[in-house]
């Protein structure tokens, strides 16, 4: 097999006087047959030597890290990170190397990696694959195995334990027993990892299906970091709910499995709110003896674990919101007028809120189909917009700059807009000018709205 590479990079590995060499993650997807992306390669060669050569041939540098022995260049559009041959020294969980050794030997540069699925090279004047660990066999099992004892690599870097489950998610590879026995002894050290990088990762594990359009990837991810340990680590507050039991009647799967499979089944944009959607209901029911509430205190924990992740700050304050809204009109029984006022009041979460109420309903019991509080509310809603009801204040036909010309008090207008497009919700026939002015007055007239 000959790998596709550009012209770009062709004409450098010419031009070098060593071999050089495209490894990791292009070589295990080009082998099992996924579809291949960021390409990075190496050589047995130092930083200076690689970096005449390549601006020889036309590239341009970006950075050049000496400490490490690695390059970012780009051939016009074309980006590429280059790293020499190196071994690396770890202390127990420190996470960076405390120590690098660059070489000239592949088997060392290959057991300085993670997973041997990673450590095969393909050289690229050659046209030739090089495999000293034995990796070709572990693509063509989708498993994976690390390069060294697993005790061993996962104890010099935790990161690596949310990595097993990204690639297995991503791939569909298998970790072998030793592979999944090292990762769980070390999952504590899962601690030392920042937050940011953590979050990193496992919003990559959250949209692993996207990746390669391995179906469910992202519920296998989360099942393998639960298998590993490491879930306990960066979500007790979710795993609290294992083996928490729920009404059979309406549920199949205790507290933790509903929220990893609601996750299985989310639309990509609401995954994380899927996740955390339920994270109420154990502190509940330790608490209170019941669920009663818990997307209530749900919002609350999950904004908390967000600003411990780093989550963005915009999706932080949208799954906060999405996991407190989840359970309105669960069983059906609110009225039209209600609905509609609540949906003009979200309207700008409306459909993440289907969304995730869509993969609320299909978690307890794995059923697929759509969700009866999802058609109630899409009735609703199609029936507004037939209506011509406003959703946001834009669509109304007055605003603050007439509410105040007529002499409604500056302090209120605000207030008194968002009654009028409530109003306006349930009876679209008001949203007219000279309607809803009379009506600004009347309510600035009163103490309170």
Known sequence: MKLALSENLTALAKGCPFPLYVVGGFVRDALAGLDAADVDICAPADTDEFVKVAENCGAKINAVYKNTGTVKLKFGAEAYEFTCFRSDEYVRGAHRPVKTFFTDDMLLDARRRDFKCNAVYYDIGAERFCDPLGGIADIEQRRLTTVADADKVFGEDGLRLMRLARQSAQTGFAPDGECLSGAKKNAALISDVSAERIYAELNAILHADLRYGKSYGQYGGLVLLDKTGVLDFILPELTAGRGMAQPEEFHSHDVLEHSLRAVKYANPSVRLAALLHDIGKPYCKITRGTYHGHETEGARIAAEVCARLKVPKK????????????????RLDA??????????????IYEKLLLLKQADYSACKDDLSEAPCVSKWKEIYGKMKREGAPFNLKELKTGGGELAA?????????VILGELLTDCAMEPKLNDAEKLLKRALAYAERKEV
């Open 335 to 348: 009225r039209e007028n209600k609905v509609r006022k609540f949906i003009v009041k979200n309207f700008d």
């Open 315 to 330: 999706l932080a304050v949208e799954t906060a919101r999405l996991c407190e809204a989840h359970m309105y009109d669960l």
């Open 406 to 414: 007529a002499g409604v008090p500056k302090d209120r207008i605000g």
